[in-house]
């Protein structure tokens, strides 16, 4: 248990383990739960992360923060260039980052240049992660949008969503499992009107879109150093085989050598299959 009569003894770390009021930050930022649970408010949203997840936020993102008995909470300033390609970015339990706040903790840098070094390995994380690795235009049209982000409903790292509400019956996927009809009836237009707008802002369909989409979210998973099973789980999908099918499918790489080195595999695929999209997916592996 945490002394609490010694919670307050270094004042400028009292943060840590007793939370904040609602404030913002000039620089992007990263709330990661070392352990207990965080009771957050962000610009207005209530949200609850668990052990080893993490937040990421833009910079002036209004946030206040309650914690657990037993929570020690980190929240350390990113680099100016280290934005979240959403203003509040959900991003799940990517092991990397447990690895260096862990690190951080224990070495406990003091100097501008001490902090500095790790504070470049926390964007060398964050920067690959947020790379797509297959290429996806956002609709433009307001009921496409609507569509698109209710479709990614319980994806961990999609914008706007929370976290997973358990498997869909039937389906491999978990969370919002919804059909496009369903979905088009939210928006208050037809499943064919969304599929020729999806068609023709994105150059997909509908079905093709939210499964880059959720494999967008996989790939960042795997690249932060997340085991396969995690990587579905945050992606929506709800077995492992679920995701090296997809990605299998989407890619043509055989399931046994995603499974073998989901990482490395992608990696030899854009090499030689897709070089265009090197800029996007990247060879750089994410420090560990």
């Not at 235009?137 to 496409?144: F, N, T, Y």
């Not at 939210?186 to 959720?214: D, K, N, V």
């Not at 085989?241 to 046994?256: K, M, Y």
Request: overall charge positive; proline content about 6%; some cysteine.
């Amino acid at each position: 248990m945490l002394r609490a009569d010694l919670l307050s003894v270094v004042p400028e770390n009292a943060v840590r383990f007793l939370g904040h009021d609602t404030h913002v930050h000039e620089e992007p930022h990263l709330i990661h739960v070392v352990s207990g649970t965080a009771d957050l408010v962000v610009e207005g949203r209530a949200m609850r992360l668990g052990p080893r997840e993490n937040l990421w936020l833009a910079p002036r993102v209004a946030h206040s923060a309650k914690y657990s008995e037993e929570s020690v909470v980190f929240g350390p300033f990113l680099s100016p260039h280290t934005i979240p390609p959403a203003r509040i970015q959900l991003l799940g339990i990517v092991p990397d980052l447990s690895r260096i706040v862990a690190t951080i903790l224990g070495a406990g840098p003091r100097t501008s240049a001490e902090v500095h070094r790790f504070r470049v390995a926390l964007d060398e994380v964050l920067n690959a992660m947020r790379q797509d690795c297959f290429s996806l235009v956002s609709p433009r049209h307001p009921a496409a949008r609507l569509v698109a982000r209710a479709s990614l409903a319980g994806v961990a790292g999609a914008v706007g969503t929370g976290s997973g509400a358990g498997a869909v019956p039937g389906s491999s996927w978990t969370g919002n499992a919804a059909t496009l009809e369903e979905l088009a009836a939210s928006a208050g237009t037809s499943a064919r009107h969304i599929q020729r707008l999806f068609r023709e802002e994105t150059g997909l369909s509908f079905r093709s879109w939210r499964a880059r989409a959720r494999l967008n979210v996989a790939v960042a998973q795997l690249r932060g150093g997340a085991p396969l099973q995690a990587a579905a789980r945050a992606a929506g999908y709800s077995t492992r085989p679920g995701l090296l099918t997809a990605l299998s499918r989407e890619t043509g790489i055989a399931r046994d050598d995603l499974a073998r080195d989901p990482v490395g595999a992608l990696d030899r695929w854009i090499a030689v299959s897709a070089p265009t999209w090197n800029e996007g997916c990247g060879s750089h592996r994410a420090a560990s």
